[in-house]
């Protein structure tokens, strides 16, 4: 735990004075779009220009559901090969998860099974968005029939993180998703880890103005899940 000798962190109190917070991640091979449709979403702009993400880049975002303040923590992960070991933490409590592939590319269409496949491994019950993008270099792709989102039962957008289209109706869909998978989960270690944080949260409280809150009574190989 690496809280702020003062008390509760700038984030730490934020996350306390939303009504929920949940996590996002995004799923999919190199060069797909992923931090463009973040970029797009977040910043409603569009660079061209190819950076891959390295490992990982976490973007925060608040907004409201049902008259609720919800904070989003959106994970951008790196789809190259040589991240793949990482990945565990990724999956770690996340609520809901967009998996993207390149209308232009068949390849990233085929790996979305290995990606589906790793995902379930993690988080067998989340709810996960397919995502068809880059549908302006050419709509008549939006013709075609893409049966892996109807095979596995799983909502399915055709997206342009260059024009906008549907980016945030996507992002939207995929914040609700979280929230009610969240508020309705039966998830056993989602439960307890719940419990701990509130636990947390509530002794961070009480010790805040204590001098030296360094070491925590929680046991360490329950933090490291
Ligand atoms: N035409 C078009 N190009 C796009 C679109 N979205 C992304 N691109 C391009 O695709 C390339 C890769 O986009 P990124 O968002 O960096 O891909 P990524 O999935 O984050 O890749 P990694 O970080 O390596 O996993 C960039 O050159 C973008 O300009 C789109 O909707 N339309
Ligand atoms: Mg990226």
Request: one cysteine or more; glycine letters at 4%; a negative charge.
């Amino acid at each position: 735990m690496s809280m702020a000798g003062d008390g509760v962190s700038d984030i730490e109190q934020e996350k306390y004075d939303a009504d929920e917070n949940v996590k996002i991640i995004c799923l999919g091979d190199s060069a797909v779009g992923k931090s463009k449709l973040m970029e797009r979403f977040l910043m409603d702009g569009f660079r061209p220009q190819q950076l891959s993400t390295f490992a990982l880049t976490l973007y925060k975002y608040t907004t409201t559901v049902n008259g609720k303040t919800v904070l989003v923590d959106f994970w951008d992960t790196a789809g190259q090969e040589r991240f793949q070991s990482m990945h565990a933490s990724y999956y770690h409590k996340a609520h809901a998860c967009i998996m993207v592939f390149d209308v232009q590319r068949k390849i990233t269409y085929k790996n979305l099974s290995t990606w589906y496949h790793e995902l379930r491994e993690y988080r067998p019950e989340i709810p996960c968005i397919v995502v068809a993008n880059k549908i302006d270099a050419d709509l008549r792709v939006t013709q075609k029939g893409f049966n892996f989102a109807k095979k596995n039962s799983l909502p399915f957008y055709f997206v342009s993180a260059a024009d906008g289209t549907n980016v945030v109706k996507l992002f939207t869909d995929a914040i609700k998703l979280a929230v009610s998978y969240k508020q309705n989960s039966h998830d056993f270690m989602d439960a307890v880890m719940q419990e701990l944080e509130n636990f947390e949260l509530e002794k961070q409280e009480a010790v805040s103005d204590k001098e030296d809150e360094s070491e925590d009574a929680l046991p360490l190989q329950l933090q490291g899940f």
